[in-house]
């Protein structure tokens, strides 16, 4: 871990010459857990906070029927309210074997979810807790994953599972964040 200059030489018969760029390559360790940006509003523009969290299963207090959380009175820590605010999760999901996976996001309200860039479920507008599915075929390694929630009134709730062809439904928790040193 680290950061590292990087310096390219390019010659030919008139001669070479050299470029050094301090700092150009940073290189982290990786953490368990999601990167979980907090933001005050719905359009994940201004930054209530950062933590953690070491997979997305959240809901406030108030969720009829009780759905299942990490902690009580979720998103209060972060933006003191649990309305009106807005997620990014963020991270590198491992996956150990070739498959086609099926990922359920719960959310009330919109959600989407993106794997190595590709949008895999998109439910951007007001909803009661409601669950939605992708599915997308992923090769043994790390993919990177990036889960965007977003909170209007009412409930809020926000979990993450997936299943593959031997993998019956569960929570995602094989993930892992990059800390620059």
Request: charged share 10%; hydrophobic share 35%; net charge negative.
């Amino acid at each position: 871990a680290g950061t590292y200059n990087v310096s390219l030489i390019a010659a030919n018969s008139f001669g070479s010459n050299m470029v050094t760029e301090s700092n150009y390559i940073a290189v982290g360790n990786y953490l368990p857990g999601f990167t979980a940006s907090y933001y005050y509003g719905q359009t994940w523009t201004n930054l209530a906070g950062m933590r953690t969290d070491p997979e997305i299963r959240y809901s406030d207090s108030g969720s009829q029927p009780a759905e299942p959380s990490l902690e009580t009175n979720w998103a209060i820590p972060m933006t003191g309210r649990t309305t009106n605010f807005s997620v990014t999760w963020d991270g590198y999901l491992r996956i150990a074997a070739n498959d086609s996976y099926t990922f359920s996001l719960r959310s009330d309200d919109g959600s989407s979810l993106a794997i190595d860039g590709t949008t895999i479920i998109s439910d951007l507008f007001d909803h009661s807790p409601t669950t939605y599915t992708g599915t997308t075929i992923l090769a043994p390694g790390y993919h990177h994953i990036v889960v965007n929630m977003y909170q209007n009134g009412g409930y809020a709730v926000a979990r993450l599972q997936y299943s593959n062809t031997t993998m019956a439904l569960q929570d995602v928790t094989d993930v892992w964040h990059v800390k620059v040193s």
